[in-house]
């Protein structure tokens, strides 16, 4: 079974305060993937990596930076935590290049509260 | 722009009853998924929707995809309590890589 693991389930933290966020897969999938799911909004995406040290941007970036250092971790680094990035973080894995129609794998997902 | 609308966006039925959830999505694509979400837990993969005409059932659920259209539908057959969830559309699109883009989600609520 695929598993896609979240450092922290909950997590409070205050305005201002550096945050980073931690992705752990281990079926060797190229691409992961960082979303933000708010109430009536869905999941959006924050960046992508499809390689080791390569990152794209989704439709959210602002704020928010990452890092994939290894195959295996992505984490999210929210430089600066202000209040409106309180929400659901989840991340995701995905193999090959997902054209011939593999899922993405979800994380348990991170609930993040800025005070 | 890429969009995907469902609804409805909250819906309530009673055991037994037949629905249906829809998925439009803007922009054409080559690729659909559907995920079902319980309460406080990750997203679980329902159906990965391939190509035009793809219709694909598990149990209770069955999901097909218009390309055409633009629409995917999930079709939920004599529900029963243990689909109260939520289920959200994603739309993948070629020129974007692996992207996908997600509907809003749709919260079902199944009432014995």
């Known amino acids: 079974d695929v598993k896609v693991t979240q450092s922290s389930r909950y997590l409070v933290k205050r305005t201002g305060e550096k945050v980073f966020l931690e992705c752990v897969q281990d079926m060797d999938h190229e691409n992961m993937f960082w979303y933000r799911q708010d109430p009536g909004l869905g999941l959006r995406l924050i960046y992508f990596?499809?390689?080791?040290?390569?990152?794209e941007k989704g439709d959210i970036p602002e704020g928010y930076s990452v890092s994939r250092e290894k195959k295996e971790r992505f984490s999210l680094i929210l430089e600066s935590a202000s209040t409106n990035q309180t929400s659901m973080y989840l991340c995701?894995?995905?193999?090959?290049?997902?054209?011939?129609?593999?899922?993405?794998?979800f994380g348990p997902g991170t609930r993040l509260l800025v005070l | 722009e890429l969009k995907v609308e469902q609804n409805p966006l909250f819906l309530s039925m009673q055991e037994g009853k037949n629905y249906t959830i829809y998925c439009n999505y803007s922009?054409?694509?080559?690729?659909l998924y559907w995920y079902r979400q319980d309460p406080g837990k990750s997203l679980e993969s329902l159906f990965v929707l391939l190509s035009n005409g793809a219709v694909k059932q598990e149990g209770r659920l069955m999901a097909s995809l218009d390309t055409k259209a633009r629409l995917s539908t999930l079709h939920i057959t004599a529900a029963v309590h243990d689909l109260s969830a939520t289920y959200f559309c994603?739309?993948?699109?070629?020129?974007?890589?692996?992207?996908?883009?997600f509907g809003a989600g749709t919260i079902l609520r199944v009432k014995s």
């Open positions: 994603a739309v993948a699109y070629m020129e974007y890589g692996n992207k996908l883009v």
């Open positions: 995701a894995s995905l193999p090959g290049t997902g054209f011939s129609g593999e899922t993405q794998y």
């Open positions: 922009t054409t694509s080559d690729r």
């Open positions: 990596s499809y390689d080791v040290k390569m990152k």
